[in-house]
């Protein structure tokens, strides 16, 4: 589905609905008595808003600013005069809409923003554990209170650890979020070679606990193998299919310290992690695009930590599927 075209589509409804109330509106003393045909019209304006200017900055951060759009209409109107009820001047639609509406949203947008945020998984990248279809909560606080925009951490919190799932801003487009497994923290030595994964020379075990097959659309079937695999405190499977390769060269960036830090061949990786960075790969290591083409993932890059499916539509079984 073309999420820009219906945000262009709500940006052009929502001014139309407003000016359709407005032909035979009575004058309005209360924000509760705003005509509903209004009220919409103001939300499509703020949702496309959203929605179009998620095309230039991280849609999370615009949410959080969008959110407060009708406090500040609230504001605005406190201080020309106005009241939520018993005006002596009518109410414009604007004003009504920031007092009837004002608390709600900002408390959706600061509770989206600094702490639970929806997500939907939209690869197979992390299977077997997370789907195609897979919505998710994040935990937006696990790794501090970060000021929107600049992501950084104004009230520390905790720090990833090996073995946690991941959202982050894309290194190479901060608009983007990806989800990943931290394989790497700061100072790590991560290998990954001829499908086994070492940290800091200490082999990983995995091992081969049955068989796995998905089929996406466009894609022909996949055969592969669940392999059992522990990061600290962390359980999972990951996914090895026969006869892919540990590491396509062809798809291999040239990504900030990849000379320094990192070497690669057509075995795998070896990455010494940065300071202040970390190392992410994706459970279904065969097919995901991750650290080991693109690098390290700065700690203002975070979003949170992964902790639970919340609703699948294609199958309602996962629902409540604690991510581990």
Known sequence: MNWTYLAFVALLAGPALIW??????????????????????YF????????????????????????????????????????????????????AFGFSNALVLAAIGLGKTFVIEPMQIPSSSMRPGLIVGDFILINKSAYGIRVPF???????????????????????DTKINY?????????????????????????????????????????DEVQAVRM?????QHKYETLNTPGERTLNPMNLHDFPMREQQCQHDETGFSCTVPQGQYMMLGDNRDDSNDGR??????????????????????QFSRIGTRIQ
Do not use: C
């Open 293 to 314: 083409y693109w690098g390290f993932v700065p700690d203002d890059h975070l979003a949170g930590r992964a902790f639970m499916v919340w609703m699948n539509f294609g």
């Open 150 to 172: 600049l992501n950084v951490p104004v009230i520390p919190v905790g720090k990833p650890e090996r073995g946690d799932v991941v959202v982050f801003r894309f290194p190479e």
């Open 228 to 232: 059992a695999e522990r990061l600290n």
């Open 20 to 41: 359709w109330s407005r032909r035979a509106a009575q004058p309005v003393f209360d924000a509760e008595q705003m005509a509903e045909s209004a009220l919409w019209g």
């Open 44 to 95: 499509f304006i703020l949702v496309g808003s959203w929605g179009v200017l998620s095309m230039f900055a991280n849609p999370s951060d615009l949410f959080f600013v969008v959110m407060l759009v009708a406090a500040v209409m609230a504001l605005i109107a406190k201080l020309m005069g106005y009241k939520a009820k018993g005006n002596e001047k009518a109410l414009p639609d604007w004003a």
């Open 179 to 219: 989800i990943k497994r931290v394989i790497g923290v700061p100072g790590d030595k991560v290998e990954y070679r001829n499908k086994q994964l070492t940290i800091n020379g200490v082999r990983v075990d995995s091992v081969p606990v049955g068989n796995y097959e998905y089929k996406d659309a466009g894609r």
